[in-house]
């Protein structure tokens, strides 16, 4: 009997749970404000995770306004439709503010991060070794597929950098 319930669990976990790996992260433009060097890795036979440096070259003020782009491709085709969720557009210090709020646990084992309230951001060199995506970080409602995020810094409304950010969500830990 226990066995048999026992196995239920297992099994009931496996087909809830999520497995979400970064695919690539690229800085496409902005190079006055940022450098980046994160780069997308094999760590093992099972384990993605990024490496690298990401380098504030100038001070970030609340001139800056940072907004998202979520888009989604359900058979992993790279055909991407535009999705609605998205983090609040907000200038870079309350975004920072509002970011450390909800998702600090996971980048608390980044180097050098900007301190919870730091405004303006000063120039320095975030270090990320082994960072391994954290799936408890994505609500349950993204569907499996391929997931591109566009990160878009703007001043009086002109793009001055953009990321992009590619991850592959699975259902579950069995496929």
Known sequence: MWILLL?????????????????RFEQLSGFNLYNSSLRVRKYNRTLV?????????APLNKTIVVSTDFFHSSRGNQQYNHHPAKFPTR?????????YEGYNEHVEDMINMPKRGECPITPRMIYVV???FPAKAVPHFFRPGLWKIYIINKIKNVEVSRFEM?????????T
């Open 7 to 23: 196995s239920f669990l297992l099994s009931s976990i496996c087909l809830h749970g999520m497995q979400i790996d970064f695919e």
């Open 49 to 57: 995770t990024l490496n690298g440096t990401l380098e504030i070259v």
């Open 91 to 99: 200038d870079v210090c309350d975004f920072m503010s509002n970011f």
């Open 130 to 132: 082994n960072k391994i």
């Open 166 to 174: 590619v991850f592959n969500v699975k259902s579950d830990f069995l």
